[in-house]
Antibody
């Protein structure tokens, strides 16, 4: 069965960076894009961008272009998102999700990032 | 960016009720509208894709309709497990965008 397993919750200091992981299993990793979505506490969802695991091609929401960097490691079927220069506005739950032509079908469990000194 | 406006923001209903949730796009998104259900502490779950196609494993009491800019999600007979927040989502053009959600609560 398809599963996207995300890394543990992170507590990071303002100005620092954090790298989140998303390990895929149950399907051919390179056949589907991986997208990342932000959900601020109690609020709606924002699409951050996606990566094509086969080619490494990325497409970002303009809002997150200077914030997020998406990469993959095909040898371990793992996608990564690094968030840089963290502020309190980056405190949120982040999801990875598998992209298809019909939208996002499978989601990771989410990882909460807290930015605090 | 395409703005997705959901209404109402909160809907109170009872088990067995038929409910309709609305979603309006700020411009034409053709049929590329999905509905997700999210329960507290969980990831969103895909219910309906491309306006009216039921995702595998989702009960048939959920249905979607609409086109262009106006879309609806209907739950024909509410079950206890349906009380959650529902988001619409457009994947017609970048950046993809979500609505703010409709919280379906028990009356």
């Amino acid at each position: 069965q398809v599963n996207l397993l995300q890394s543990r919750a992170a507590l990071v200091k303002p100005g620092a960076s954090v790298k989140l992981s998303c390990k895929a299993s149950g399907y051919t990793f390179t056949d589907y894009f991986i997208h990342w979505v932000k959900q601020s506490h109690g609020k709606s969802l924002e699409w951050i961008g996606y990566i094509n695991p086969n080619s490494g091609y990325t497409n970002y929401n303009e809002k997150f272009k200077n914030k997020a960097t998406l990469t993959v490691d095909k040898s371990t079927n793992t996608a990564y998102m690094e968030l840089s220069r963290l502020t309190s506005e980056d405190s949120a739950t982040y999801y990875c999700t598998r992209g298809t032509t019909t939208g996002f079908d499978y989601w990771g469990q989410g990882v909460m990032v807290t930015v605090s000194s | 960016d395409i703005q997705m406006t959901q209404s109402p923001s909160v809907l109170s209903a009872s088990v067995g009720d038929r409910v309709t949730l609305n979603c309006k796009a700020s411009q034409n998104i053709n049929k590329y509208l999905n509905w997700y259900q999210q329960k507290l502490g969980e990831a969103p779950k895909l219910l309906i894709y491309n306006t009216n196609s039921l995702q595998m494993g989702i009960p048939s009491r959920f249905s979607g309709s609409g086109s262009g800019t106006d879309f609806t999600l209907t739950i024909s007979s509410l079950q206890p497990e349906d009380f959650a927040t529902y988001f619409c989502f457009q994947h017609n053009s970048w950046p993809y965008t979500f609505g703010a959600g409709t919280k379906l609560e028990l009356k």
